[in-house]
């Protein structure tokens, strides 16, 4: 089983940044898939990105492709959010997740959530 606690939330102005991270419990961490997911006040939530294990593939929504990077430091058992450019419209809480497939995981593969952390996003 993993267990995932996100950090690294918080108020920030429109343009400005935050780093997220995500620090996965178990030793076997490296095997996971890794996604990071949104869910703004009122919406469902929505795919953000993803990191296949070790780092070989990633992959990003259309709305935050160029603004966003996630990466995972296996050592660390911990994967990253770097958010820039931030908009009012990146607002939500983000949650990540695990998958135990190598690739890019379809969203129904994520067997494991955080508890999420808030990101707001002034104008």
């Known amino acids: 089983q993993v267990q995932l606690v996100e950090s690294g939330g918080g108020l920030v102005q429109t343009g400005g940044s935050l780093r997220l991270s995500c620090a996965a419990s178990?030793?076997?961490?490296?095997?996971?898939?890794m996604g990071w997911f949104r869910q703004a006040p009122g919406k469902e939530r929505e795919f953000v990105a993803a990191?296949?294990?070790?780092?070989?593939?990633?992959y990003y929504a259309d709305s935050v492709k160029g603004r966003f990077t996630v990466s995972r430091d296996d050592a660390k058992n911990t994967v990253y959010l770097q958010m820039n450019s931030l908009k009012p419209e990146d607002t939500a809480d983000y949650y990540c997740a695990a998958a135990a497939t190598p690739g890019i995981p379809a969203p129904s593969e994520y067997r494991y959530w955080g508890q999420g952390t808030q990101v707001t996003v002034s104008s």
């Open positions: 178990g030793r076997t961490f490296s095997s996971y898939a």
């Open positions: 990191i296949s294990w070790r780092g070989l593939s990633t």
